[in-house]
């Protein structure tokens, strides 16, 4: 980040437009992520039967349980999308964090809901990258 001299002050330079537009791109997808995860928790902890169990796979909880796992997910994702837009650092850090954990939870949902799982897991890495991709510019 360059710094500027202003009548004895100094002053950062304002960030770029695009590091600007893929932070806005963040937070809007942590946002949408969340509330998708919210719904889709609040799904299998109604009504279980709408998802379809398929055999032999390693993570095998109860569909109940992976709607907690995606309710509690999905809190933190919205309220961390929503972080990103007053410009909190710690959100943007919480941003990364819940997004690896996310893909991490929508890999080992794909048995359940694989379409699903692969879009929330393409969006998550692309959250990611957005929060830690700084353009030349900034």
Do not use: K
């Not at 719904?39 to 109860?62: P, R």
């Amino acid at each position: 980040m360059t710094q500027e001299s202003r009548g004895g002050r100094t002053s950062a330079a304002p960030p770029s437009a695009w590091a600007t537009g893929w932070t806005v791109f963040a937070g809007t997808i942590l946002v949408l992520t969340g509330i998708f995860q919210i719904i889709a928790g609040i799904v299998a902890v109604g009504s279980g039967e709408l998802y379809v169990v398929t055999n032999d796979w390693l993570f095998q909880f109860d569909v109940t349980t992976w709607g907690w796992i995606h309710l509690v997910l999905g809190v933190v994702l919205l309220l961390s999308g929503i972080g990103i837009f007053t410009g909190n650092v710690v959100a943007r850090s919480i941003g990364v964090l819940i997004a690896g954990l996310s893909a991490i939870a929508a890999f080992m949902w794909l048995p359940y809901y694989p379409l699903w799982g692969v879009i929330i897991i393409a969006l998550d890495v692309a959250v990611i990258w957005a929060l830690t991709t700084r353009s030349s510019g900034s």
